[in-house]
């Protein structure tokens, strides 16, 4: 029975991480469900670029911006297909000046300036080489490259600025669930070294590759192998990735109303909320952006709000 006890210990402490960091603390939240400035239907993105937050107001069709107290500033786009709207825009990434917004309804990723005007249209519906079925991230490298989280279709793909495919990882329309294979991919982001994370959704875990493309780790869950939970370090879907200044990974954890923070490694440090719909409580949480700051920005999608949160000192 000790040795029974023992093992069970052991095993815990090896898949059940503890905290390595102080907690973080609810500021505040602002929304609530509708269409006027600054209620949601349906909010499933965010970026920060400088003293600006960005949202995808999914159902409403449009991108809202706020300041970093939640106060409105101004909205862009209509629901529909054409230049300038949006057809369930999904998670966002600002670079150079610039706002990529992943279509989910549209598959396309359309590129506006940080003002709300259109610039240009990257992909077409399809399962082909620079095609999407759903995408539902983006992230921006240094060359301009997009990465890009193609959901249904099952891989992530590299495409150059202009929309030439260079090269995926995932094999096209299967479900995988060793390293270098996705279930319904959900989110990219970039780390230092031009590391890539990948949100991989359903199979509860997040993979990272190196800059050449190789395969460098995952976690989440025992052996990260679609083991889903509500302990520390594993995931019940995780639908957004986002990485601050000092290159530790944030994801929202969906069905376990919480963000997770890990170090570049995959460590995990710390995390925050639990379900419900009060103070500091998630019903659902699909994205995270982090401010130069290090303050925390998470979209609640089912209560439709954004909430802000800062770390608190030891």
Do not use: C
């Not at 570049?264 to 700051?293: M, N, Y």
């Amino acid at each position: 029975m000790f040795a029974l006890a023992v093992l069970v210990a052991g095993g815990w402490l090896a898949f059940v991480p503890s905290a390595k960091e102080a907690p973080y603390a609810f500021v505040t939240a602002w929304g609530g469900k509708g269409s006027a400035p600054g209620q949601f239907n349906d909010p499933t993105g965010i970026a920060v670029a400088g003293d600006e937050v960005f949202v995808s107001d999914s159902r409403n069709g449009r991108i809202q911006v706020f300041d970093l107290d939640g106060r409105f500033k101004r909205q862009f786009g209509t629901p529909g297909k054409g230049m300038g709207q949006l057809g369930r825009p999904m998670h966002l990434t600002v670079h150079a000046g610039e706002l990529y917004v992943a279509e989910y309804f549209n598959d396309r990723i359309q590129i506006f300036s940080l003002d709300g005007q259109t610039k240009r249209i990257i992909g077409q519906s399809g399962n082909g080489p620079g095609q999407f079925n759903a995408p539902g991230g983006i992230a921006v490298a240094p060359t301009g490259d997009l990465l890009v989280a193609d959901f249904y279709n099952q891989r992530i793909q590299q495409l150059r600025a202009g929309g030439t495919f260079v090269r995926q990882w995932g094999v096209t329309g299967k479900i995988g669930i060793r390293a270098g294979e996705f279930n319904y991919p959900t989110d990219v982001a970039f780390g230092p070294g031009r590391t890539l994370y990948v949100a991989d959704g359903y199979n509860d875990r997040i993979q990272a590759f190196g800059a050449d493309g190789a395969f460098l780790r995952k976690w989440g869950g025992p052996f990260a192998m679609n083991i889903f939970g509500p302990f520390r370090g594993w995931f019940a879907t995780v639908t957004g990735v986002t990485i601050d200044g000092k290159g530790n990974v944030y994801a929202a954890d969906f069905y376990n109303h919480r963000v997770q923070k890990f170090s570049p490694e995959g460590i995990f440090l710390t995390s925050f909320g639990a379900k419900g719909s009060g103070k500091g409580q998630f019903d659902h949480a699909i994205a995270v952006a982090v401010a130069g700051d290090g303050t925390v920005f998470a979209v609640d999608f089912g209560n439709n709000r954004i909430q802000k949160w800062r770390q608190s000192v030891l």
